[in-house]
């Protein structure tokens, strides 16, 4: 019988498979074993080349034995690493078979639920009861159109007819101010006086010119 035979029976028609879990705990058990035995072979394989080097020109033949159990417990060592690989990689796919088991049982745990949860619900009176709510919100609407709008006491009045009356009250204006200003035309206006207005004197006259010489003799300087 091989190794997984004895970890998980013999599997035979009469036999119980064993659970996932427990798969994943035996073989985890059996990777700490593993682990032991490759700390043993490790401490083996380094008091046989201490023996070796001890021996090795004082005793050939017991140097040369020490390093073929070396030999021996190096190769033990090499099935062991790959035993762990192959047990640490199927580990690995139970574990992930685990959780996709137990994501499959509640996507179904769900399904049913969700199945259980249509079972009250009939489409036909979905569609009834969408069709009603749409009803009474545009029921709503119409009524907060009707409060909004302004109340005008029954009283309807013709745009038209209140533009020519507006038209009217303009022109009566207008002609209002037409009559004001032909009245305003047979006032006599004040009469222009003939005298001329007074001349500036001569003397202040001929000082502004003597102060414009200055200032244009002291720019001219200057410049200079």
């Given amino acids: 019988m091989s190794i997984f035979g004895k970890l998980f029976g013999s599997g035979g028609k009469g036999g119980k498979s064993p659970s996932t879990q427990e798969a994943i705990q035996r073989l985890r058990e059996t990777e700490e074993m593993l682990a032991k035995k490759q700390e043993f072979l490790e401490k083996k394989i380094d ?53 996709n088991t137990e994501v499959l ?7 049913e639920a969700l199945k259980h949860a249509h079972d009250h619900m009939d489409i036909d009176k979905v569609d009834d009861l969408m069709q009603d709510i749409t009803e009474q919100q545009e029921l709503a609407q119409e009524i ?21 009356e507006l038209e009217e009250l303009e022109q009566e204006e207008l002609d209002k101010n037409l009559l004001e200003i032909r009245g305003t035309e047979d006032v006599p206006l004040p009469s222009v006086p003939s005298s001329s207005l007074p001349s500036r004197p001569a003397k202040k006259k001929e000082e502004e010119d003597e102060d414009d010489m200055k200032d244009l003799e002291r720019w001219a300087m200057e410049a200079m």
């Fill in 47 to 99: 008091q046989e080349l201490l023996i070796a080097k001890k021996n090795g020109t004082k005793n050939k033949r017991a140097a040369l034995l020490a390093l073929k159990r070396k030999k021996r417990y190096e190769k033990q060592l090499f099935q062991i690493d790959g035993t762990l690989s192959t047990i640490e990689f199927q580990r690995d796919a139970l574990e992930n078979a685990n959780t």
């Fill in 105 to 111: 049982k509640n996507m179904g745990f769900a399904s």
């Fill in 144 to 164: 907060s159109d009707a409060i909004s709008k302004p109340v005008g006491f029954g009283e309807e009045f013709d745009e038209d007819e209140l533009l020519a």
